[in-house]
């Protein structure tokens, strides 16, 4: 590996997915403002929505996420067109 490009800072960060409330711990260097308390130790929280522990991919659960109602709106614009 060359030396000098690679960041020095690794430390241990926990990451929160907030579809399923699932929390990880992992090395990382990403900066955050916001940190958690896990068995008694402080570290630093990222959030993301979506994990390996919710994603259907990896779950093998087929789940449609509908936001505000994209899906539907679509299906009454061009669901049937085909049916005509």
Known sequence: MK???HPGNY?????KDMSNE???ITRSTVNTKE???IDGT???LVK??????SHPFY???TKLVDSA???DKFMSRYGNRNKK
């Open 69 to 71: 109602g994209r899906v």
């Open 42 to 44: 402080n570290y630093p």
């Open 22 to 24: 699932d929390v990880f």
């Open 3 to 5: 030396k000098g490009i």
């Open 48 to 53: 993301v929505e979506i994990s390996s522990t």
């Open 11 to 15: 430390r241990p960060v926990v990451f």
């Open 59 to 61: 779950t093998g659960k």
């Open 35 to 37: 940190t958690i308390d």
